[in-house]
């Protein structure tokens, strides 16, 4: 498994507006150089999350103050959940990308949006290469595809435990900051 962590940062806004399917956004940037990362095959992922409020890992200048209230209130019973995911790592060749992305989608609808939260994330199993598809709507479908192979792997008694982690549990273990680890 890898073991990824970073603020959610914003995307280019495609996949809750013209996919339907949210993501949490990691800076791949920072992760460039990570021996992990940059060998990793692009392509699609399944695995768990969680998100935290910015100060409960005592890393950030940033503070869930600095949000407007609603939010704080919308996301308090969410943070410090596992959640399941599926994660695309690459460079999306369906929009031509040349930047490098780390996009979360967390199975679970969430209230409003989360950007400057923290993340963190194990990725445990290659689901599929990326590809360019002939249609949106074949995009759709594969992400959907994704969704349900990732739901169906992480209720294997096997994948379970890892949602127990202590890495996605407890905000406060020591972290490295948008750093690739391994176990």
Not at 92 to 104: D, H, M, R, S, Y
Not at 151 to 169: N, Q, S, V
């Amino acid at each position: 498994p890898l073991f990824l962590e970073g603020p959610i940062i914003h995307g280019f806004g495609r996949g809750s507006r013209l996919l339907g399917f949210p993501t949490a956004n990691l800076d791949a940037e920072k992760y460039e150089n990570g021996p992990i990362i940059h060998t990793l095959p692009v392509g699609v992922y399944d695995g768990f999350c969680t998100v935290f409020f910015p100060e409960a890992t005592n890393l950030s200048a940033a503070s869930s103050s600095d949000l407007p209230e609603s939010q704080r209130e919308s996301m308090r019973e969410h943070c410090g959940t596992v959640f399941k995911m599926a994660m695309s790592i690459g460079y999306n060749p369906q929009f031509n990308n040349t930047l490098k992305t780390a996009e979360v989608h967390i199975l679970h609808k969430f209230p409003c949006d989360f950007y400057g939260f923290y993340l963190r994330v194990i990725v445990l199993d290659f689901l599929r290469p990326m590809t360019s598809f002939k249609s949106l709507q074949e995009l759709k479908d594969a992400i959907k595809g994704d969704v349900d192979k990732a739901t169906t792997a992480l209720d294997l008694p096997e994948k379970k435990t890892w949602g127990d982690h202590p890495f996605l549990i407890n905000a406060h273990i020591p972290p490295v900051v948008l750093q690739v680890k391994t176990q």
